[in-house]
């Protein structure tokens, strides 16, 4: 049986606590309500992964604050925000700040869904590259430092010739040594091996 997803509603008002969290329920959804946005940060640390159900408006601490100290914390966790005014500067800054989007109350069970199926969507793309990271990293691993520096100049795109004046070392040399990495890291081509090194931290690789 596939576990429930976590949404986690973060809002200072019961009655949408209520409202809301009976419908994510009724929609299979596991949820876990927080009724401001510090209760919500001291419990963090420990929840579930799953999407977070922001609302702006807050006494204490409001959303935008929230989503700066998820931040600072490296919390990925997929952000809808949540608000009862039509503020469209606010809806700039949270979109820019990374939120998957923003609803205005009341908002259509609809609408919600949707949202919320794009931030899942997220959070699965997120689970997956960093087990594709830690599978680079560990293959990296096996490398020898100086199987590692060719490496990293063929992720920075430098020809075996430049590799072997920066390394002060024969081009040859180089050679042998790409020909070995390649094989630990169980590759046949250059550019195999260069998706590794980028999952790996050894280089930047484009958003695709």
Known sequence: MTPKRTVHLVDDEESIRKSAGFMLKTSGFAVQTYASGIAFLKAVKTAEPGCILLDVRMPGMDGL?????????????????????????????????????FLEKPFEKSALLASIGVAFSRLDKSDARSLREAEARVRVAVLTPREREVLIGLANGFPNKTIAYDLDISTRTVE????????????????????????????????P
């Open 65 to 101: 604050e929230v989503q700066e100290v998820l931040a600072e914390r490296g919390i990925t966790m997929p952000v809808i925000v949540l608000t009862g005014h039509g503020d469209v500067g606010i809806a700039v800054r949270v979109m820019k700040a990374g939120a998957v989007d």
């Open 176 to 207: 042998v040594h790409r020909a070995n990495l390649m094989t630990k890291l169980e590759v046949h081509s250059l550019s195999d091996a260069l998706r590794i090194a980028f999952a790996a931290g050894l280089g930047d690789l484009p958003e």
